[in-house]
């Protein structure tokens, strides 16, 4: 009991970030954009020359879908729609060379991580934690951030600001705001993280998190191996499809109650996750097909 109430007292003073910050977890797109350069590399040729022949800006395209948290800062509504499915098409599609190519991977990247990351990790969090809108939303993806930051090889500041000029244009441009807006959210987000990281509030929720919850670690590396999986279903996104889940969950408490549908077991160390963003789509398509009226032939007489 005491171990919970410690916890507890680590996750209401989060509460005070909660509107400002929104979620960050931007060490752990970070994380996976290094996944899909270097260890589940895309199946396209050409994707995959081009991801690693610009890891830094597939790595600094997936800290760009955060900029919706400072849009209000930077005084735009640009950003508010950041987290469509339908961005990362037009990024790939509009993309003017390789560069930009690279961009839209990074981007693509941050969404279809956030599929399992809103869906199922933090609905199972609010869970097993504690059910505050935002505040555990928030632990968890910090948590999560400090369980894989040994493995970086760059940070969200280091690549927002040695990409900036680069960035600043290419975000003005894609999102029709102003240099100047751009250059705002950027920066922005840029300083924002690194405050974040120096103040280590993130590793130190980890270690306050591992005490009061014992698997934590091993259920977090079961959702960094199931959602790693999932890269390769990048191409598809590229290409104009759209997944069966939305990046965002649409509504907080029917993604709990889809989560708590689970064991508690199975929500505590592994939850099933999906296999393929695309399966119930096409299970539905193939069911509507079956469902379809079959024409008959016209009735012809002879005689």
């Known amino acids: 009991m005491s171990r919970t109430i410690t916890f507890i007292a680590w996750l209401i003073p989060l509460s005070f970030y909660s509107a400002s910050a929104h979620a960050w977890g931007l060490f752990t797109h970070i994380y996976f954009a290094q996944l899909l350069i270097w260890a589940v590399p895309l199946a396209d040729p050409r994707l995959r020359r081009i991801a690693r022949e610009f890891p830094r800006l597939v790595m600094a395209g997936a800290c760009l879908p955060d900029l919706a948290i400072f849009g209000k800062y930077a005084k735009t509504d640009a950003f508010a729609n950041n987290h469509q499915w339908e961005i990362t098409e037009k990024l790939f599609r509009e993309a003017r060379d390789d560069r930009e190519v690279a961009l839209s991977i990074g981007y693509g990247s941050h969404l279809l991580v956030d599929v399992i990351a809103h869906n199922h990790f933090v609905p199972a969090h609010e869970i097993l934690w504690l059910d505050l809108p935002m505040t555990t939303h928030i632990a968890a993806e910090w948590a999560m951030d400090a369980h894989i ?81 999932l890269l390769p279903q990048l191409e598809r996104v590229l290409q104009g499809e759209t997944p069966f889940f939305a990046a965002e969950a649409a509504c907080r408490l029917s993604a709990q109650a889809q989560v708590s549908r689970h064991k508690e077991s199975q929500i505590r160390m592994r939850l099933p996750l999906p296999r393929d963003l695309f399966l119930q789509i096409e299970m539905a398509k193939e069911i509507e097909a079956m469902a379809a009226p079959i024409s008959v032939p016209a009735m012809t007489s002879v005689g």
């Not at 600043?168 to 240099?179: H, I, K, L, T």
């Not at 993130?202 to 790693?228: C, E, M, N, S, W």
Request: net charge positive; charged share 25%.
């Open 149 to 229: 930051r040994s493995h970086l090889f760059a940070t969200p500041q280091d690549l927002l600001q040695r990409e900036a000029s680069g960035l600043m244009a290419y975000v003005a441009r894609q999102f029709g705001c102003s240099a100047e807006q751009s250059r705002a959210a950027i920066s922005a987000l840029a300083t924002g993280d690194g405050w974040l990281r120096r103040g280590r509030i993130p590793q130190l929720l980890y270690q306050v998190a591992r005490r009061v919850d014992k698997p934590l670690r091993r259920r977090f590396d079961h959702y960094i191996g199931a959602t790693a999986e």
